[in-house]
């Protein structure tokens, strides 16, 4: 299939823990189209939430439209080359640095933050450019071959309260080689692939260009959910995106907006009518 990554590069990430497609993903009309939707939920985001655009995580709860990109064929063909044909989608996020402004990424592995909440943390990152991605506007950095190891101890991050930074924890120093870092340097509609063991992080947006990118995350459906991470995410639910399910997963409806995770995060509630408006 055209749409498959050839092997070597399957076994680049297998060996390194990440790798860079230098490709279009979607069709131009289909990118521009996801584009365009995110314009007009970037405005009533920042309206409704008063919060930085940098925190635009996991939208597909509130706007199913997101959908038809999350579950299109072109993404997950790449990602069916990775992690098989039966797939689930794992979240997503519109991670958007503001000219000037935008926020530093700490060194971390996704999987501290989502610590017994699949077995096995085998989530695979597709990191969609939605601006030009690049060192000038905080491109992300990657740290090769990292993702094979135990998982690394944590800090606290400075200045986690005075808002220049997205998480409040960090790798602590020492742990790994940040010489050896790899600029993910993308064009709009290019996407770069990362495990979810792999450490990396981004450095602050000082440039006049925006950053934004799209995290889609997946996982193969042979993992399995542990209800119990819903104690400390209320409401948060996987999707059937591909496959059939193999490890007894219960799924979200992809048509129908998180109504659980609505209730729980009363603040939702104003942008599902802003969206809806």
Known sequence: MPGRLPAKDVQFYKDHGYLLHHKPVFASPKFKALKDHFEHQLVDFVRTTGKSPEHMDVPHFTDPKLFDWLFDDDVLDLVESLIGPDIALWSSHFICKPPGVGKRVPWHEDSYYWQQALDPMDVVTLWLAVDPSMPENGCMQVIPDTHTGALAQYENTPDSDKGKVVFGKQIKPGQFDESKAVNCTLAPNECSFHHAKVIHG????????RRCGYTMRYVPATSRFRPEFRDRAPGFQIYLARGK?????????????????VNANPEQRLLVKQLAG
């Open 202 to 209: 981004s450095n602050a947006n000082t440039s006049p260009l």
């Open 245 to 261: 399910d193999r490890a007894g997963n219960r799924y979200g409806d992809p048509t129908k907006i998180n109504d659980a995770w």
